[in-house]
């Protein structure tokens, strides 16, 4: 072999040397480079929607290391909660990742965040809403007529939206005149399978504000509705030898000196143009009044001695001298007979 061929030989042996030894440090240097900080986090939006849990997504790049990531998730940025943490292998490729979340509502915040040996990177804060969640509301059934002092009532309404049911909620009340905060006075009650409750009031002693609330972390509230408490009114009549003239007494509770007492005939009526008068048939039109006067601590008494001109269905109606505490009262109605006429 010429000296010259072997020449050529040595220099293309150390040439494929010298270029496996860069590639080689290529190699090294580039993975010296992914190993130099903790993993890239994204966090994604929300799927699979159900009642009150989702599945939360995002994205991870372990960066050359096994990486360990889970979702933190709660009513503020504080968070609170977080689901069950899982591990990707080493690697450089970005991942899409996604974990089951139960408990979520409407408003909720939540992020991914992953770590590795190099340490640990929370994603971006978002929050969970969107086309996919109706946002929850509730709807309070307001009582179409004012609830008798010392009477009862139930208040119906419905939770709407996303995780409607079997939420955990408690009734709230501020009574008048309605400076004080709204405290709880109902046990906890969860709402029926399509967001419905009822809550009953045993004793409605003045006119009171009510709400509703869940009692999450973040609670939601109702619209406040205002139940009048009406006076309680009693009528009773006490013939006379004289025909048409009878006396008309009874009590108002609570004591209500000075309230006006009308005394009134019910008489037909044309339905209105109004939702509330549309349906009216009857109307009550005042035919005598007088002055509750005291009692008692706790009741006012009325009497009127008079002539009655006009036969039928009489009540007595009892309007408190100052508004708000309480609302006019009626009693039930009883039939009075008109004097005969002169002859």
């Known amino acids: 072999m010429s000296s010259r061929n072997t020449g ?3 220099a293309f042996c150390l040439a494929l040397l010298a270029a496996a030894i860069l590639g080689f440090a290529s190699v090294t240097h580039a993975a010296k480079a992914i190993r130099l900080g903790p993993p890239s986090v994204s966090t994604g939006g929300v799927g699979h929607v159900q009642a009150t849990s989702a599945t939360l997504l995002g994205a991870v790049n372990p960066r050359g290391a096994a990486t360990t990531y889970y979702f933190q998730y709660g009513p503020t940025v504080a968070y609170g909660k977080q689901t069950t943490p899982a591990t990707l292998p080493a690697g450089t490729v970005r991942v899409k990742v996604g974990q089951a979340a139960t408990g979520l509502l409407p408003g909720y915040h939540y992020r991914l965040v992953a770590s590795n040996e190099k340490g640990l990177k929370p994603g971006k ?6 086309s996919k969640v109706r946002k929850a509301k509730f709807s309070i059934t307001k009582p179409t ?6 009477g009862s009532l139930n208040l119906t309404g419905l939770l709407s939206g996303s995780g409607n049911a079997a939420r955990k909620i408690v009734l709230q009340e501020s009574p008048y005149p309605y400076l004080a905060p709204f405290t709880t006075i109902s046990l906890p009650i969860l709402t029926n399978s399509f967001g419905g409750f009822t809550f009953p009031v045993a004793r409605l002693l003045r006119s009171t504000q009510y709400r509703v609330s869940t009692l999450d972390p973040r609670p939601l509230y109702s619209s406040v509705v205002t139940i009048d408490a009406a006076l309680r009114v009693t009528l009773k009549v006490r013939t006379s030898s004289h025909k048409g003239l009878v006396r008309l007494y009874g009590t108002v509770t609570p004591a209500s000196v000075g309230a006006r007492v009308s005394f009134q005939l019910r008489k037909a009526a044309r339905p209105g143009n109004t939702e509330k008068t549309s349906e009216r048939t009857t109307k009550f039109a005042t035919q005598f009044s007088t002055t509750a006067k005291r009692a008692t601590k706790t009741i006012s008494r009325f009497s009127a001695i008079v002539k009655v001109q006009k036969g039928g269905s009489y009540r007595a109606e009892a309007t408190p001298v100052k508004k708000g505490t309480f609302v006019a009262g009626d009693s039930t109605t009883v039939l009075l007979h008109s004097a005969p006429a002169k002859q």
């Open 145 to 150: 007529a004012p609830t008798v002092y010392g």
């Open 8 to 10: 050529r030989r040595l």
């Open 125 to 130: 804060d978002r929050t969970f809403a969107g």
